[in-house]
């Protein structure tokens, strides 16, 4: 059972930049899908960028050109640069990895932006 640990989650005022982390306790390369995914108080979980074992990457519309996910499979960590942060980014941002046929999350770290 894989375990991911977040970590890069802070305050940061609007328009500043953080880069968020989740290191995985075992190889990352037979992920099918890993994402970030962000949950605001009283919101529901909402995907924010994932990237496929292919390469693929897609972002949701609300953090298209200022967010990047990357991962490094030497160090078995997926990375999140945010940029250009805005208060409404302001959430718990949790990392997932989806195998398939089973997924698990990080306990995630919390992302405080202000205006």
């Known amino acids: 059972q894989v375990q991911l640990v977040e970590s890069g989650g802070g305050l940061v005022q609007a328009g500043g930049s953080l880069r968020l982390s989740c290191a995985a306790s075992?190889?990352?390369?037979?992920?099918?899908?890993m994402g970030w995914y962000r949950q605001a108080p009283g919101k529901l979980r909402e995907a924010v960028a994932l990237?496929?074992?292919?390469?693929?990457?897609n972002y949701a519309d609300s953090v298209k050109g200022r967010f990047t996910i990357s991962r490094d499979y030497a160090k078995n960590t997926m990375y999140l640069q945010m940029n250009s942060l805005k208060p409404e980014d302001t959430a718990v941002y949790y990392c997932?990895?989806?195998?398939?046929?089973?997924?698990?999350w990080g306990q995630g770290t919390q992302v405080t932006v202000s205006s």
């Open positions: 075992e190889t990352i390369l037979s992920i099918n899908v």
């Open positions: 997932n990895a989806d195998y398939g046929r089973y997924e698990y």
């Open positions: 990237i496929t074992s292919g390469g693929s990457k």
